[in-house]
Nanobody, 127 residues
Framework: QVQLVESGGGLVQAGGSLSVSCAAT????????MGWFRQAPGKERELVAA????????YYADSVKGRFTISKDNAKNTVNLQMNSLKPEDTAVYYC????????????????????WGQGTQVTVSS
């Protein structure tokens, strides 16, 4: 079992920055990949960034490349998502997720590929 708790988020004007953090507890040693998904009203949940828990390799969706940065702190068992140059279309509920199955250098991007989820945190970008 892995428990994930997000924090951060909030309201920011377009062009601003926000960060969200995810604290993992439980059997964290079994995690292979941590990801940040987002879901806007009426849209499917999409992966925006992910990081391999061991080696730190990262993945970014094209829509956030160059603006978002995912990082991890193995000592604190946290994964952070720094979001810069935010746009109104970044508005969504952001979820932290953990994938257990080892996948080498591959990043799985579907929500069904991740087993554990946090409760989500709202990020709102005003125009």
């Amino acid at each position: 079992q892995v428990q994930l708790v997000e924090s951060g988020g909030g309201l920011v004007q377009a062009g601003g920055s926000l960060s969200v953090s995810c604290a993992a507890t439980g059997n964290i040693f079994i995690m292979s990949t941590m990801g940040w998904f987002r879901q806007a009203p009426g849209k499917e949940r999409e992966l925006v960034a992910a990081i391999k828990w061991g080696v730190g390799t990262t993945y970014y969706a094209d829509s956030v490349k160059g603006r978002f940065t995912i990082s991890k702190d193995n000592a604190k068992n946290t994964v952070n998502l720094q979001m810069n140059s935010l746009k109104p279309e970044d508005t969504a509920v952001y979820y932290c997720a953990a994938r257990l199955a080892y996948s080498g250098t591959l990043f799985y991007t579907g929500a069904s590929d991740y087993r554990y989820w946090g409760q989500g945190t709202q990020v709102t970008v005003s125009s």
